[in-house]
């Protein structure tokens, strides 16, 4: 039967052309076509250099349903093979050869038959529309003339609709980028650091110095003496300010996620990994990372994290293609990595890689001179959170006693005890005596800087610590008052960290 060919290419441009969803509107098109060509099964295909292989896009069969995208490994040789092909391609089992041969084994050909219309935009082949027909011998030469008549109308669809997939892909990455980074920013660059004249003038004397380099930068110290204010300190006066500042607490995600959290995915690597995904590390890319607890990081990141130190470069779990990263690396840890080092818990060539540059951050026992400045920031902060609108004076001699007692929580601590003064203030001034010792006693609260035979290691150093705040608030953990609450972390990581330090502790009733 005659076929108008004016017709035929206004109603196949009109369906094409009707959405920006290339599968909504090469179905469409599918339904038209089979009333003028014999067709079982139709496919787009793009070739993705990257891969070097044919991407499958979009493929629709008579009895229904679509298929998922597909990956077609594919020789650069056929591939030019098919880039000169000047018009529309009849393939069958029975003639086929060449490159061609290779192509139909690869599409599983069998005893069908393909007609193939390559796909250009300016010259350059960017797809191909395959029309299939179940039997050999199904289409004949006035098939493809007539499929011809639409080539440009499907080129420009796949082409828009490739362009538009790309925009969504920028658009998603540019606001998953915007949500994520306002929750990572919480300090901005111009803070003051309290106390960098006085207790932690070291400190920032090390800062100064290594911040506008990009060398990698471990802190150490105990949990809660301000770790993450130093690495906001280096990453802020540094030239990387203006790029992502990134925060991951290494000991806050589950082993099993953590390689997809810092790394990212691609497509299809797990169960569950419907789109790709970027990590830390690629978010990172052009400012710094900031991976705190470095030391609860399990064996197999610690390999890839070396690979990033070494190299600058990072894998998805999935890929395997390595993508480079420009970022800068600051860890810290309240561990001794020495130690761990010792006993085949962190690897030594990793450990050799951080500590290229180790800054020390002294606990709050240490300082205590920075303890009354400390106390009116968190005042005046706290109060402005929980909606005092004139933060409450601090009563006369409340600040010698804070001064006096020994802050095993460190700053984390106090800010905690400052919020708490202020929840359960009634007016008058702020005593501070809810949890500290009397007067007569504070003076007594031993600063566990050491012990007799010698310095304490952290892990010692914390076992003790968490020991005496559960001996001030009898072994309570969870909930207002808790150990947890005063050390601040959450209430199943101070029980893991309890087991993992062998501390045994009851509430007493």
């Not at 090390?206 to 130093?230: D, F």
């Not at 900031?290 to 609860?296: M, N, S």
């Not at 085949?344 to 990793?350: K, M, Q, S, V, W």
Request: glycine fraction near 10%; hydrophobic fraction near 40%; proline fraction near 5%.
């Amino acid at each position: 039967m005659a076929v108008n060919r004016d017709e035929f290419f206004r109603e196949v441009t009109l369906r094409i052309c009707s959405s920006l969803d290339i599968g909504v509107a090469v179905n469409r098109a599918f339904n038209y076509l089979r009333e003028h060509f014999p067709l079982d099964e139709i496919y787009l295909d793009i070739y993705d250099s990257k891969l070097g292989a044919i991407r499958r896009i979009v493929h629709f069969a008579k009895s229904g349903g679509e298929a998922a995208e597909e990956i077609l490994p594919l020789t650069e040789l056929v591939w030019k093979w098919g880039s000169s092909l000047a018009g529309p391609l009849i393939m069958d089992a029975e003639t086929v050869s060449g490159p061609a041969k290779a192509i139909a084994e690869l599409v599983k050909l069998e005893e069908n038959t393909d007609l193939v219309l390559p796909l250009r935009v300016e010259q350059e082949l960017i797809g191909v529309l395959i029309l299939r027909a179940y039997g050999e011998r199904r289409y004949e030469q006035e098939h493809a003339e007539l499929l011809s008549v639409v080539a440009d109308p499907f080129a420009l669809a796949l082409a828009n609709a490739l362009s538009y997939r790309e925009a969504i892909h920028y658009r998603d990455i540019l606001l998953d980028d915007n949500r994520f980074l306002k929750m990572e920013l919480l300090s901005q660059a111009g803070d003051e650091i309290i106390g960098g004249n006085s207790g932690l003038r070291n400190v920032m004397e090390m800062v100064r110095q290594v911040a506008p380099l990009n060398n990698t930068v471990l802190l150490m110290g105990e949990t809660g003496t301000g770790k993450e204010v130093i690495a906001n300190a280096i990453h802020f006066a540094s030239s990387r300010k203006d790029g992502p500042f990134i925060k991951v607490n290494c000991g806050a995600i589950p082993e099993g996620l953590i390689d997809s959290e810092l790394f990212g995915h691609e497509k299809g690597a797990f169960t569950g990994a419907l789109t790709e995904k970027r990590g830390r590390f690629e978010r990172a890319s052009g400012g710094t990372i900031f991976l705190d607890e470095i030391g609860e990081l399990p064996p197999q990141a610690q390999v890839r994290l070396l690979r990033v130190l070494q190299n600058r470069e990072i894998e998805r779990v999935g890929g395997d293609r390595p993508i480079p990263v420009d970022i800068r690396v600051i860890a810290a840890t309240h561990r001794n990595l020495d130690s761990m080092v010792s006993e085949n818990r962190f690897r030594e060539d990793l450990w050799f890689r951080l500590n290229v540059f180790p800054i020390i951050v002294p606990p709050l026992r240490q300082r205590k001179e920075d303890v009354p400045a400390l106390t009116r920031y968190f005042v005046e902060l706290k109060s402005q959170e929980l909606g005092v609108a004139i933060p409450p004076a601090i009563a006369p001699g409340a600040l010698e006693r804070l001064v006096n007692y020994g802050w095993p929580g460190n700053v984390r601590e106090l800010e905690n005890l400052v919020e708490r003064e202020l929840i359960r203030h009634r007016g008058g001034q702020l005593r501070f005596d809810s949890l500290l010792p009397s007067d007569g006693d504070s003076k007594a609260q031993p600063d566990a800087e050491g012990k007799a035979d010698g310095p304490l290691n952290l892990d010692e150093a914390m076992s003790s610590h968490i020991g005496k705040v559960l001996r001030i608030t009898n072994g309570k953990i969870h909930g207002p008052g808790g150990a947890a609450e005063l050390l601040g972390i959450n209430p199943n990581t101070l029980r893991g960290r309890m087991g993992k330090l062998g501390i045994m502790y009851r509430r007493k009733k």
